[in-house]
Each structure stands twice: as C-alpha cells, then as structure tokens.
Nanobody, 117 residues
Framework: QVQLVESGGGLVQPGGSLRLSCAASGFIFRRYGMSWYRQAPGKERGFVATISSNGGSTNYGDSVKGRFTIFRDNAKKTVYLQMNNLTPEDTAVYYC??????????WGQGTQVTVSS
C-alpha cells in the first residue's frame, strides 16, 4: 500500500521557521522525484519545490527561492521541506508528491501551515 504521510505543519509567527517531513512507503522511494506543492484557501494548488531521485538536483518556485530548502534521505524514505522566514502568504496546505520516469504519481494528504501573529 502506497503512503505519503506529511508532518511538521502548524502555527508559526511571521519570520519563523518550520520543517515539513514526508515519509514514504509502499514504493521504491529512491526511484522517484519528490516535490512539495501547496494550496491556499480559494487558490489552485501550486508548485513549491522539487528534488531529483538521487537528490542531486533541486528547483523552487519563485516565491520561495532563498527561503525554502528541499532535501531527502533515501535511507529513511523521507523528503523534507525546510521553511525559513515565513510570511502570511505561505499559509496553505502543503502536499507531498512523488513521480517516477514513467509518470506514476502519488500524493499525500497534506499538512496545514498557518503563518500568523
């Protein structure tokens, strides 16, 4: 059974930091590129960051460049999103995504991040 389980979300003040985790099971994690997406209320789901299967390549959405870092631990089958200098505009449900070269894709259930004073 394939699972992507996000954790680490919560309430944080502007300027604060959070680290999200996404634990994978049920598929060969090291063969999948991993990404984070987010969806704010009333908005479409949007791209945040992605990392290649071996961790050698990353890419970020313009709004998070320089503040967020994606990294992975293939031994632990986990991908992370370190989020620094958070703003209210980062408030959203954050989703973990896995996709391989054949287009097989999985999604997690999401974790809520709220940035507010």
């Amino acid at each position: 059974q394939v699972q992507l389980v996000e954790s680490g979300g919560g309430l944080v003040q502007p300027g604060g930091s959070l680290r999200l985790s996404c634990a994978a099971s049920g598929f060969i994690f090291r063969r999948y590129g991993m990404s984070w997406y987010r969806q704010a209320p009333g908005k479409e789901r949007g791209f945040v960051a992605t990392i290649s299967s071996n961790g050698g390549s990353t890419n970020y959405g313009d709004s998070v460049k320089g503040r967020f870092t994606i990294f992975r631990d293939n031994a632990k089958k986990t991908v992370y999103l370190q989020m620094n200098n958070l703003t209210p505009e980062d408030t959203a449900v954050y989703y973990c995504n896995a996709v391989n070269g054949s287009g097989v894709e999985y999604w997690g259930q999401g974790t809520q991040v709220t940035v507010s004073s």
